[in-house]
């Protein structure tokens, strides 16, 4: 769902230990009343440099970002701008999935980083935090940048066919999902061994966050469990109306179900409109013979629409169990850059996904497979190849929400521009003598 939002100097790698002994600290720039530290500086450069990624003119270029992202940091606070935990731990838990997914494994992943998992993840916490706000005050900075159908068309007017965006490779799927039932049995195994762990805490024998962080099967479980300050409508209902009805933080709540699993809080504190708890999860496990029943289930009904019985459409409405693609006919939306297609490119679809997606002709329908979905439950799924719309160059005719979007997306980055020129200059900024024979990219850092 998320990704880190800040530059990538300061997210791919974190610094070597070893190198930064080598650095003799010192102040280089005053952003504010805010310091950039000359350690800050070697943290990114060597970061970049492993990554791969290394800066052109590190030591003009870097202590200038770092200065850009203290300004919309400090926008941040002054608007208020704040990111729950939980929103912290799901993009670092995605971040930390995709680099495992590429180099293999957790091992592989701390070899590379040079520290332990634990330890990027610390790292990572505050660069999405940070990365996020950022993203925040740059939206709310751009949020009212619109263009007509009319500014489209004239901005690629005259524009040269090879100066226009391509367009990747684009597919619209249609889903039909099915959720294998739980046993009876593992419901009350599950809720057998949360009232113990109540038990055990009502009556002082053991801590909360000491349970979750050995047995809850959410990413929390290492912050004990924690969530962090969050309003009712950042958790499902049933999760929110038990959070919010605690009172007493010695006491754990009862059992409540959501689509997740199987949860119990406790009560950490309350602040206005908000409430921090911890949660310990358990998901139960699902039958194998339950999963074949569903796939068997699936495999009968895309049979049926193969032969004409129904649509795909009639059943993915009458019979999906994906609420956020019943009432859509299945349609698969993307959401991304705060608007929603039907549009996909094949890397922006769930892995399970696109690896069946891949092997399907258009209006072919899939035989029915087993996937994780995004929240984190193993469902029967099929799925059908709508359309796919060949890589090319993009037109007005064909592409318009995408050129629409382009427009918008340089309209805003021109509003920030200006926004940061106007920040630049009614900011107290200090700069070292030594640090100032840069051509930075903006003007007014050296007052």
């Known amino acids: 769902m998320y990704r880190f939002l800040i530059s990538p100097l300061l997210v791919l790698l974190p610094l070597l230990a070893s190198a930064q002994k080598n650095v003799v600290d010192e102040i280089i720039w005053v952003v504010g009343g805010e310091p950039i530290l000359l350690s800050d500086v070697e943290e990114a450069r060597i970061s970049a440099e492993q990554s791969g990624t290394p800066v052109d ?20 606070q002054l608007d208020s701008i704040d990111v729950s935990e939980a929103d912290v731990i799901q993009m670092v838990d995605a971040q930390i999935s995709d680099f495992i997914q590429t180099y293999g494994s957790r091992e592989a992943v701390e070899q590379i980083m040079h520290m332990k998992l634990s330890q990027v993840r610390e790292f990572w916490k505050k660069q999405a935090r940070e990365g996020e706000m950022i993203n925040q005050v740059k939206q709310k900075i751009s949020g009212d ?9 004239e901005y690629y007017k005259d524009m040269p066919l090879d100066s226009l965006p391509f367009i990747p490779t684009q597919v619209e799927v249609q889903i039909i999902t099915y959720t294998p039932q739980v046993a009876r049995a593992e419901v009350e195994r599950i809720e057998a061994r949360l009232r113990d762990f109540a038990h055990r805490v009502n009556s002082g024998e053991t801590e909360f ?20 300050y969050a309003g009712r409508n950042q958790w499902v209902p049933e999760f929110a109306n038990v959070a919010f009805s605690l009172n007493d933080p010695k006491k754990v709540s009862k059992i409540v179900r959501t689509e997740f699993g199987f949860h119990i809080l406790q009560l950490i504190d ?51 169990d994906d609420k956020d693609t019943r009432n859509n006919y299945g349609l698969m939306a993307n959401h991304v850059n705060r608007s ?71 309209r805003s980055e021109e509003k920030i521009e200006e926004w940061l020129k106007n920040k630049i200059n009614s900011t107290y900024v200090r700069i070292s003598p030594e640090w100032r024979g840069c051509n930075f990219k903006y003007e007014g850092w050296i007052k």
């Not at 996904?353 to 995004?374: C, H, P, Y």
């Not at 799925?383 to 340089?410: M, Y």
């Open 145 to 153: 940048v619109k263009v007509t159908p009319a500014q489209v068309r």
């Open 340 to 410: 929603i297609t039907s549009r996909f490119e094949m890397k922006d679809l769930p892995a399970d996904v696109a690896k069946v997606v891949d092997t399907l002709q258009v209006g072919e329908i899939s035989r029915a497979f087993t996937m994780v979905n995004e929240k984190g439950q193993t469902v029967c799924a099929v799925v059908r190849l709508k359309s796919r719309i060949d890589g090319h160059r993009a037109s007005i005719t064909e592409d318009f929400q995408t050129l629409r979007k382009t427009v918008i997306d340089k």
């Open 209 to 228: 966050a000491t349970l979750a962080k050995f047995y809850s099967q959410d990413g929390s479980a290492r912050n004990g469990g924690e969530l962090g």
């Open 57 to 76: 003119n590190p030591y003009c270029t870097i202590p200038e970002m770092l200065a850009i992202n203290k300004l919309f940091l400090h926008q941040a």
């Open 270 to 320: 309350k602040r206005g409109d908000k409430v921090n708890v911890r949660h310990i999860l358990l998901k139960p496990e699902i039958d194998p013979a339950e999963l074949e029943h569903g796939v068997a289930r699936l495999d009968s009904i895309a049979d049926d629409i193969r032969t004409d019985k129904f649509t795909f459409e009639a059943a993915a409405q009458a019979l999906s």
